[in-house]
DNA sequence: CAGCTCATGTGAGATGCTCTTACATGAAAT
DNA sequence: ATTTCATGTAAGAGCATCTCACATGAGCTG
């Protein structure tokens, strides 16, 4: 917990805390991890820091501001990690097109505080530009990986690379919804949600001509 | 509004309510539909069916036990209604398949209140056993329906139903979430939710060895 | 260094919600 | 008529959000 204070002392260094905005964030998502963004609250955040509970409306306009701004961040880190597994269609685009599924799971695994508010703290996306538009920029990795794979079918069969772009991201977020977290109580699954993705990608790529054989992955 | 008493009075008829329970999860349904899951609220329900704000505890447990029922209400009305959609895979399968997930798309948005108590209003899906059967019972038929499709390839080709099912599920509920309400701010579609989920599921259906025409949906 | 400015933090408090407790009411049972 | 008890009320403790007047001290200016 070193971001709880700038300097390496465990007491208050002064009057002021020198780096409040940076710890009520990262406090917040001690406290989401925690007990979820319901139960995650303005005056406990101030608490944890050490500051009293005016304070953080210094930096935030309110308890909902604080929380745009880490679902933002994690619309970052999530795209930054979306594109690493992307990695430019390398080796090949389906071992990166399956990469991309993987670390769609990890995230909302890994990441779980960040991907409670960025989909179940109840901000509104389109409330602020920038995290609207940090949830484009996720999105444009899943966007930019579908128009590579269509563009491996002859222009006849292409499917609109929009399209397919929004049937993976709706499959990916409704298997991280429901199974890699709490949606549906953790529901008992014949099989890792990895698992379950990575089959469902198989028969959708088969039935858009991507792939030939039923258990071949690699093209 | 005629659940707010269980007369045809517009006043009190007496200091008893006589229909109190009742009228608070309408109520729930109506505060729910304005002002999302969080910002529901136990005072505001009970002076929307004039009472005082202690008096639902006589009723519920506390203010997340109302929120239970109204999901636990919502996931049999989905039941219904999704039960509805298949009828028993007629008139053949494939229609029916389509049918189905049309209707998991219209409960998500004209009930939508119901929607944002299961699914959004962060209430733990095991800690009720009602909740979680009922919940069970609406998969259910998502099930019957994939066996049902399943049933029609030859063994060898036939894949798990209850996988298929799961797929199914996570594609509908994705879609759901992230187009046909607010996940992701109602992002401007180039076609309908309905018609998103249709191609996705011709597509599967497809890769699945269910349909060979690329433009046919029937059997 | 002295003094000024202003971003940043504090204390007190208004308001509202959750939930509890002691008491009130009246419908149904006897 | 009386009793019983489910259902309602009033009052209040505890906690959260958010505001406002005021305190502090870091950094600038001379």
Known sequence: MSWSRHGPGSGRRGYHHGNLREALINAALDLIAKKGPAGFTFADAARWVGVSSAAPYRHFRDR???????????????????????NDGRPDPFTAFENLGRAYLAFAREQAAY??????????HDSDSGLRDAADRAFAVLR?????????????????????????WALSHG?????????????KLPMAPEELL????????RGLGLISSPSSSGG
Not at 65 to 74: C, E, F, K, Q, Y
Not at 146 to 167: D, G, I
């Open 115 to 124: 991907y409670s508010a960025m989909f179940e703290s109840g901000i509104a």
């Open 198 to 205: 990575e089959a469902a990608m198989l028969v959708y790529l």
């Open 175 to 187: 298997i991280a919804s429901i199974f890699a977290r709490g949606d549906a109580g953790r529901r």
């Open 64 to 86: 909902e501001a604080l929380l745009v701004d880490v679902a933002r961040r994690g619309f970052e880190l999530f795209t930054a990690q979306l594109d690493r597994a992307w």
């Open 144 to 168: 930019k990986a579908s128009e590579t794979l269509c563009a491996r079918l002859p222009a006849e069969k292409r499917p609109p690379a929009l399209m397919v772009s929004l049937h993976v």
